[in-house]
């Protein structure tokens, strides 16, 4: 009796058993729509690439900067001199003091002048002259001070500055070369920094400012972090389309490093399951369904895991279809 009564428990355990695996959650698997994503690869560019160029032709005697530093605007980055400037200064410093000479000289004649007028010893007209004499004289000392504040400040825009905030990407030059005016003496990035991308041209319609973008951090770290599609350029450019992506934690220590990008070009249909319905035994992933009124283990393929409505999600390339129901641990 005893027996009988351990074999109907046994039994009666078996039975309830089974009947909380087929009252587990279920999970039906229904197409869902995923973003179809382009890999590309993008580079980390200067929003603003500005050159810093010398205002007067001449050697370069200082140069404070080298790549890789960071400057802001306004900063002398290098001194041009030009010797020429120097001698143009003396010589009409010395113009000045004969100019000035010459002042003191019709400034006295006049003076007598207006001395003879009053014994009437002279001409109304002479001293008419002497007086115009000094107003050209003076009118001369005027225009090579003018002169004279010209060639100073020419010697001033010597001073090479930093037309920009930003860091020094390039310095073509060296320290005692000869350069002409308007030649660049270095290359400033600036404005941040920001993901310059080239698509292919099929993609051009599919593609949509503000969009979400990934970047893989390289490496199989997976992704790094999001960025948004901030500008597409409405010209073609050799069969591409240029964006550029706005990151927050860009890496920027390297200009032109180029990144790995997923942009979305479009929708298909998927479907999805929680990672946790997957259980992978020897390298195989396996998922339970309901078959009838009992279940059963089913192979299948997945690809790598994506976020879906907040929630880690695996895709299910093949073993099963629309409409099979998952069972859910």
């Known amino acids: 009796m005893k027996a009988k009564a351990l074999v109907r428990s046994a039994i009666l355990g078996l039975s309830l058993l089974s009947t909380g695996s087929l009252a587990a959650e279920t999970l039906r698997l229904d197409p869902v729509k995923i973003p179809e994503w382009k890999a590309v690869y993008g580079r980390v560019e200067a929003r603003d690439s500005v050159a810093a160029r010398a205002r007067i032709g001449g050697t370069v005697v200082e140069l404070k900067v080298t790549e890789g530093d960071d400057v802001k605007a306004g900063d002398v980055i290098a001194v041009v001199k030009d010797d020429k400037i120097d001698f143009q200064i003396a010589a009409i410093e010395a113009q000045l003091l004969g100019l000035r000479a010459s002042m003191e000289n019709a400034q006295s004649e006049l003076t007598r002048g207006e001395e003879l007028i009053k014994r009437g010893v002279t001409t ?23 002169q004279r504040s010209v060639v100073v400040e020419q010697g001033k825009e010597g001073a090479v500055l930093a037309p920009a905030n930003g860091r020094v990407l390039t310095v073509p030059v060296t320290k005692d070369a000869v350069i002409m005016a308007g030649e660049p003496v270095a290359t400033i990035g600036g404005g941040g920094f920001f993901l310059r991308l080239a698509i292919p041209e099929r993609h051009a319609d ?26 597409i350029y409405p010209e073609i450019d050799n069969g591409r389309v240029i964006a550029d992506v706005e990151v927050e934690d860009l890496p920027t220590a390297f200009v032109n490093k180029r990144l790995l990008v ?18 992978n035994r020897f390298g195989v992933d396996y998922v339970t369904v309901k078959s009838g ?18 929630k880690e999600m695996t895709e299910i390339l093949t073993g099963l279809a629309a409409g099979e129901e998952v069972l859910l641990p």
């Open 206 to 231: 599919l593609l949509q400012q503000g969009a979400s973008i990934e970047i893989d951090g390289g490496n199989g770290a997976g992704h790094q972090s999001t960025g948004r599609l901030a500008k």
């Open 262 to 279: 997923r942009v979305p070009v479009g929708e298909r249909d998927a479907l999805l399951l929680p990672v946790n319905a997957l259980t």
């Open 293 to 310: 009124d009992g279940t059963a283990e089913r192979a299948v393929v997945t690809a790598k895991p994506i976020l879906h409505d907040g």
């Open 124 to 146: 109304a007209q002479r001293l008419d002259a002497l007086r115009t004499q000094v107003d050209v004289v003076r009118n001369q000392i005027a225009a090579a001070e003018a």
